[in-house]
């Protein structure tokens, strides 16, 4: 049994409600969540916040790991990225290829245009001082690593928002011999 959570009156509970909107109205219109680094989304939603759960869906092939790459990369927080599909080389590959400006195709089959080299080398750059990004990429993981796993990186890198890669290919649990 966790004590921190507890059955309490609303009465106990304005007090905070207070708090956090007066935070809110001196940030004058500021995002209170973490920022999803796409305007409008933030300006609907508010910013990636505590305690949701956001569903990105799609058709196959439509963007969504790519999206959440994004999400990651401009997340300016410790965060995780769990990745049931891809593994952490093509997903590096594919931050490398934001960060540059250079076709994903082209770097990975290593057809780079003049002065592209360059491009590549300023993102790893910039990538080598990003101390806040965690990546774990065991393919169709069960649903008690992921956990595991998320819990882990909570505890030894204290990440703020976890990011997970194909979740409808997370097996519910891992059959016993």
């Known amino acids: ?86 593994g952490k080389q093509e997903i590096v590959n594919r931050i490398l290829s934001n960060q540059s400006n250079i076709d994903s195709q082209r770097l990975v ?13 300023s993102a790893i750059d910039t990538l080598q001082s990003r101390e806040e990004i965690f990546i774990y990429d065991e393919p169709n993981m069960s649903i008690e690593t992921a956990v595991f796993k998320a819990k882990e990186m909570k505890r030894k890198f204290d990440i703020q928002i976890l990011f997970v890669d194909y979740l409808q290919i997370i097996s519910s649990s891992r059959t016993k011999s």
């Open 1 to 86: 049994q966790n004590e921190q959570f507890e059955i309490t009156a609303i009465q106990n509970t304005l007090a905070d409600a207070l708090v956090a909107i007066e935070k809110r109205i001196e940030a004058k219109g500021q995002i209170a969540g973490i920022s999803s680094g796409l305007k409008e989304l933030d300006k609907y939603i508010g910013g990636f916040q505590n305690r949701r759960l956001y569903y990105i869906g799609a058709r196959p092939s439509q963007g969504k790991t790519a999206l959440l790459i994004n999400f990651m990369i401009n997340c300016k927080l410790r965060c995780g990225f769990l990745s049931a599909e891809s």
């Open 109 to 121: 089959f290593g057809l780079l245009k003049t002065g592209e080299i360059n491009h590549l080398y």
